[in-house]
């Protein structure tokens, strides 16, 4: 199967910068994705990498290094709004090309 | 319009009932799925469709079966419910199976066995 690692809880402050890592181990990786999920709600899609390097959009980034098994999530001028939890998943031929969640790393923003 | 709809949104049992998760999604997708997230967030896959037919089926218990009467629809039905089945279950659809198409996801079930 797949191995999807990312901390577990992040705690950071109001207009701040927070990166969220996530470490993988994947055979034939097809893809890498950031869901942002509130308590209570759907999953909802923040970024994908495919290739190396970084994606900018908005206040959130996502940056890929295929040959380290590596991602992280930037979120920037960090709100209130942002506190949720933050779910990498990575696509691969071992679980036949299905998505595949981490744990989620539950980002708290305080004021 | 709900892009990914789910019923019902919330279902308390008791042990040993039979009970279904009906998804339907309106936005011409040829692929869904159902996950299982438990009490720790933890979001699995179960199972996953491409045009009404099974392509993934994960170590699920044969007690649940999905069916796809068409690409619009994934029901899920659980037979002889027991405790450790109480999780939320989301139902998602993709455009298809082979691109990196991102999930939509419905609202989810939260499913308490009794």
């Known amino acids: 199967g797949q191995n999807i690692d990312q901390p577990t809880e992040m705690t950071a402050t109001e207009g701040a910068i927070v990166q969220i890592n996530c470490t993988y181990q994947?055979?034939?990786?097809?893809?890498l994705f950031w869901y942002q999920q509130h308590a209570g709600e759907a999953p909802t899609f923040l970024s994908y990498?495919?290739?190396?390097g970084l994606e900018e959009k908005g206040r959130f980034s996502s940056f890929l290094s295929r040959s380290k098994g590596y991602s992280y999530l930037l979120l920037k001028e960090l709100q209130m709004k942002d506190s949720a939890s933050y779910l990498c998943?990575?696509?691969?031929?071992?679980?036949?090309?299905?998505?595949?969640f981490g744990k989620g790393t539950s980002l708290l923003v305080t004021p | 319009d709900t892009a990914v709809s789910q019923t019902p949104k919330y279902l308390v049992t008791q042990m040993g009932n039979d009970k279904s998760i009906k998804c339907e999604q309106n936005?011409?997708?040829?692929?869904m799925y159902w996950y299982k997230q438990d009490s720790k967030k933890f979001l699995k896959i179960m199972f996953s469709?491409?045009?009404?037919?099974?392509?993934i089926n994960e170590t699920v218990p044969n007690r649940f079966s999905p069916k796809s009467p068409d690409k619009a629809h994934l029901n899920l039905h659980i037979n002889s419910l027991e405790l450790g089945d109480s999780a939320v279950y989301f139902c998602?659809?993709?455009?298809?199976?082979?691109?990196?198409?991102?999930?939509?996801f419905g609202s989810g079930t939260q499913l308490s066995v009794l």
């Open positions: 469709y491409n045009n009404k037919e099974l392509i």
């Open positions: 990498n495919v290739l190396d």
């Open positions: 998602a659809s993709s455009q298809d199976f082979s691109t990196n198409e991102k999930l939509f």
């Open positions: 998943a990575v696509k691969g031929s071992n679980s036949g090309y299905a998505l595949n």
């Open positions: 936005l011409g997708h040829d692929t």
């Open positions: 994947t055979s034939g990786f097809n893809g």
